[in-house]
């Protein structure tokens, strides 16, 4: 049975290994440039970067840089505003849909959805689809996002417990390897 204790991030860690504990970002990242390795990329890709760079096998292709955004909507705005190429969900318009919507408006994977891909679209059109997104269950969570995977779950199985002990649940499971993780 493989030892329960978290070994320590170095080059000599094998990759079956290095997938069997959580790591931050920060500890991959860092990993990354004592091995020589390129950092950039999501969580999953680096450590799949890293897996290969510590089995001695080729790397998977690395990611090329995210496209920059185009023109940003800017005030004023309304419900006749075209959503532009490259939008992103910006303080602007968070603020304008928040005026529209009330107080309880959250950039939601839905809505952020919308945007990416509302290019030629209005913010009548965002507008109408946050309401018609309300009654819709959440969206999957990214397997890159672990902390809020858990947090969802956690929540799910013990309401209304405090934040608090949710998060000593979570740096507890965290703490375990993976294949030790109920």
Request: proline content about 12%; overall charge positive.
């Amino acid at each position: 049975m493989p030892d329960p204790t978290r070994p320590e991030l170095t080059p000599d860690l094998s990759g079956a290994e290095l997938r069997r504990w959580y790591w931050t970002l920060a500890e991959l990242t860092a990993l990354a440039r004592r091995l020589g390795v390129p950092a950039r990329g999501g969580k999953l890709v680096l450590t799949e970067r890293l897996v290969a760079a510590l089995d001695g096998i080729p790397a998977p292709p690395t990611p090329r840089p995210p496209r920059t955004a185009g023109r940003q909507l800017a005030p004023p705005l309304d419900l006749d505003t075209v959503i532009p190429p490259g939008q992103r969900c910006s303080e602007v318009l968070r603020a304008f849909l928040r005026a529209e919507i009330g107080p309880g408006f959250t950039f939601d994977a839905h809505v952020r959805g919308f945007v990416a891909d509302g290019a030629g679209r209005t913010l009548a059109d965002l507008v109408a689809h946050w309401h018609a997104t309300r009654d819709a269950p959440p969206a999957e969570i990214g397997a890159q996002f672990e902390l809020n995977r858990f947090l969802r779950e956690r929540r799910a199985r013990h309401p209304g417990e405090p934040r608090a002990e949710a998060l000593a649940a979570w740096r507890a499971h965290r703490a375990l390897p993976r294949d030790r993780r109920p």
